[in-house]
């Protein structure tokens, strides 16, 4: 088989990228690991930024979002009771972020995929990459029992933080920087309304929490737990009454419990890749790089490395400029660790992580950027995310 790009991943960051080349006329393959509905039961993030947003448009899949996607203009931060809001219209130049499932995101381009007739193989075992620093890579994989092969110009890693594409690039040519944070989230899905119409993140002697929604009619909720935490030792029950020993007073009766629909433990860590770029490999959002959910930015990165990708074969396809692709890494890792700075920040502000000291500092600095002009202004810009640069 012969293909311009091979897709390696079939999640967010892999199927945009894979629809918006097609569109363009640019041929790609996608392997995934698992099967469609494995993909489609993570349950995962679910703010996403003007830029996202404008990339499904751009890849002409925006329909039901555009119609069940819940505006947000602004979210809430809780510490010492007290409740402070973040206008982002006001304090981000009319700007908003668009709460809409990765699930349902994901959903979606995978029926455009599927309409457009374009190729997926689903359970696929086996991935390597070759030759990446020849002019002509090849990828092997395994499909019922049998060994393939598709030959290409470009390979895109968009296989996640686990996947094989960030292995590819020798441990001499790459460098990781990690950090790992030692809690965990419990999130919990459930068919419940939300507790208010805006996500309401906070901190409480108790721990972090985060009441966040899919739509007026399910709920998404998260509190942090040590790492040791087993999913299945917290029961609906618990997880409702550990909730509600977080939530200040003002909001607390406001919250409707019910039956979960999932229950999962992510750990928290920040890492970035350098570089992202290995001959005529690319890798692409998780693969690349992960945030702490507290900013919610991971979906939203992957949609930025996207754009670069994308617009950077646009040149390379339609208009023989193969040494665009030498600005990928540099373009894609300064939006990342910016990023990175703001998720760990909002982390360490909105997480009991220290000492009685370090307690103290966050309370000023929650009071400090959620009572000021200044302090609200840094928090809204890069909360609703900062602009895409241009691809020369
Ligand atoms: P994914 O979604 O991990 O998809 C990678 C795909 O590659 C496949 N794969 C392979 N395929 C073939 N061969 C192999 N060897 C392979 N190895 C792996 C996998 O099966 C998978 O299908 O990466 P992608 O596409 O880069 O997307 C990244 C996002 O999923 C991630 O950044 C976000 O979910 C992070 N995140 C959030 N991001 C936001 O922007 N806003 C949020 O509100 C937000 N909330 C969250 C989050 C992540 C969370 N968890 C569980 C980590 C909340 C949570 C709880
Ligand atoms: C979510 O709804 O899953 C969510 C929202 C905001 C975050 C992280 C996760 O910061």
Redesign the pocket.
Same mark, same amino acid.
């Given at each position: 088989m012969k293909t311009q790009v091979v897709i390696? +991943? $079939?999640? *967010? !960051? %892999?199927l945009l990228l894979g629809q918006l080349l097609h569109n363009a006329g640019i041929e790609n393959i996608i392997?995934? =690991? /698992?099967t469609p509905d494995?993909?489609l039961g =993570?349950? =995962?993030? +679910?703010?996403?930024e003007e830029g996202f947003v404008d990339m499904v448009r751009e890849a002409g899949v925006a329909e039901r979002m555009d119609l069940e996607g819940l505006p947000h203009g602004g979210f809430q931060i809780a510490f010492n009771d007290e409740l402070r809001r973040i206008d982002l219209h006001k304090y981000s130049q009319g700007k908003q972020v668009v709460v809409y499932g990765?699930t349902e995101i994901t959903a979606d381009l995978m029926e455009a995929r599927t309409d457009s007739g374009a190729e997926s193989l689903y359970e /696929?075992g086996n /991935?390597s990459i070759h030759d990446v620093t020849e002019d002509s890579p090849y990828v092997l &994989?395994e499909k019922d029992g049998e060994e393939l092969r598709i030959d290409c110009d470009y390979v895109a890693g968009? #296989? @996640?933080?686990? +996947? /094989?594409s960030r292995q590819t690039i020798p441990e001499s040519v790459r460098t990781e920087y990690e950090k790992i944070y030692h809690v965990g989230?419990l @999130?919990v899905l459930s068919d419940t309304p939300p507790i208010d119409d805006e996500l309401i993140y906070g901190i409480s002697e108790k721990g972090f929490f985060l009441c !966040?929604m899919r739509s007026k009619t399910r709920s998404r909720y &998260?509190v942090d737990v040590s790492l040791d935490e087993k999913v299945e030792d917290w029961s609906d029950e618990r997880f409702w009454k550990e909730l509600g020993n977080r939530l200040p007073e003002s909001v607390r009766d406001n919250l409707v419990t019910g039956p979960s629909l999932e229950k !999962?433990i992510?750990p928290l860590r920040s890492f970035v890749c350098e570089p992202m770029q290995y001959g005529r490999l690319f890798l692409?959002? #998780? $693969?690349a790089h992960?945030?702490p *959910?507290t900013g $919610?930015? %991971?979906?939203?990165? $992957?949609s930025s490395d996207v754009n670069y990708l994308y617009r950077i074969m646009l040149k390379v396809f339609k208009e023989n400029r193969p040494e665009a692709t030498e600005q990928y890494s540099t373009l894609c890792l300064r939006r990342i660790w910016h990023a990175e700075r703001f998720s760990w920040w909002m982390t360490s502000m909105l997480h009991n992580l220290g000492d009685g000291f370090e307690r103290r500092i966050m309370e000023s600095q929650l009071d400090y950027y959620t009572g000021t002009e200044e302090g609200l202004k840094v928090i809204a810009k890069q909360y609703v995310g900062l602009p895409y640069e241009e691809v020369e």
């Open positions: 390696i +991943g $079939a999640g *967010p !960051s %892999g392997l995934e =690991r /698992v494995y993909v =993570r349950i =995962r993030a +679910g703010v996403l990765q /696929v /991935v &994989y968009c #296989d @996640g933080f686990h +996947g /094989v989230w @999130g !966040s &998260y !999962s992510a692409v959002g #998780d $693969a992960i945030v *959910p $919610a930015k %991971g979906l939203n990165l $992957a």
